[in-house]
């Protein structure tokens, strides 16, 4: 199992909250959505503006969110416009999956799994791995106590996963909804999942 490295012992310790942007056309329909900059669907738009209240009486001293239209606006209408935005925050990239389902993937790879074999022209989980591991030594050095970040499915439970010193292929077990919000944090000084896909 690979292990998150921290080069010297984690004293400061922030809590990092986790949005996944609202419903799109292909979040709903199960089609996968990486460099593809889709909207929101009205009930994503609605979704993402009642994470305002959800978000309102916390404190946050950074905010970021992935450079997708999707995130930022679901960032703007949850009442954090100014996000800032860090690219490794984009999505996984799908390559020739872009836009498929993982049924008529199936089809023709019956064992196929983003988790374990990531996609044709798009990204490896080795290079997922690289990029999230990158962007949580960011979040834990972090000044102040709190961060929130704005992102997608597979790239935050890939955050998830790597925050506790799991494997990404641990991502696959941890279901995220769209418009949910979770939180990552501490057990004494072990990284832990403190809250996750809550409604």
Known sequence: MATFQQPH??????????????QTEWSRDGKHTSR?????????????????????????????SSPRKRARVTAE????????IDDDLREWDYGEYEG???ATIRETDADWSLWTD??????????????VDRLIERLRSAPGERVL???????????????????????????????????????????????WNAP
């Open 77 to 84: 209408l949850a009442g954090f416009a100014d996000a800032e």
């Open 100 to 102: 498929i389902t993982t």
């Open 118 to 131: 990531g996609a044709p022209g798009g990204e490896r989980p080795a290079e997922v791995e690289a990029r």
């Open 36 to 64: 593809t900059d889709l909207p929101l669907t009205p009930v994503g738009e609605e979704a993402a503006r009642t994470l305002a209240a959800k978000l309102a009486g916390t404190t946050f001293d950074l905010v970021l």
């Open 149 to 195: 970040v704005f992102a997608h499915g597979h790239i935050l439970r890939a955050v998830g996963a790597r925050w506790i010193g799991s494997s990404v292929a641990a991502g696959a077990h941890l279901r995220l909804d769209t418009a949910t919000v979770s939180v990552l944090g501490w057990e004494r000084e072990n990284p832990a999942i403190g809250r």
């Open 9 to 22: 012992p984690q004293t400061h310790r922030p809590e990092i909250w986790l949005v996944r942007h609202g």
